[in-house]
């Protein structure tokens, strides 16, 4: 997991890079349109929109569309609220689980740059 955290910290870097140059106020999208060309631009694979299929017992149940997936292994969770909840969390918890994926980061764009690193540990 440590070597992700040198991923994590450049996503988080791109993330302020990006609330320095827009500020607050702006729809979740255009951060997402914005932060996938800073993180581009710093070298790392983006899928925008990426389809992430949940699984039940070996069966299809839903599919989600993950706001960003980064380098194929950080699922990115983007708001642009005022404030938090608990709810927000639990969805990319939840996201987590079902993609069978490990490690996502939440990413606020509210009145500054709020993170939240996210991991499930899938067995």
């Not at 070298?43 to 194929?72: C, H, M, R, S, T």
């Amino acid at each position: 997991m440590f070597q992700d955290k040198e991923l994590t910290d450049r996503i988080i870097c791109c993330s302020y890079n990006v609330h320095n140059i827009l500020g607050a106020g702006f729809l979740a999208k255009v951060y997402e349109n914005a932060l996938c060309l800073e993180l581009r631009e710093a070298g790392l694979n983006v899928v925008q929109q990426a389809p992430v299929q949940i699984k039940y017992k070996g069966q299809l149940v839903g599919d989600y569309f993950a706001d960003l997936l980064v380098e194929e292994k950080v699922i990115l969770e983007l708001k642009a609220v005022d404030v938090l909840n608990s709810m927000h969390e639990i969805q990319l918890k939840n996201y987590l689980k079902g993609s069978r994926l490990e490690l996502g980061l939440f990413i606020n764009f509210g009145n500054s740059v709020e993170v939240k690193r996210k991991f499930h540990k899938n067995e």
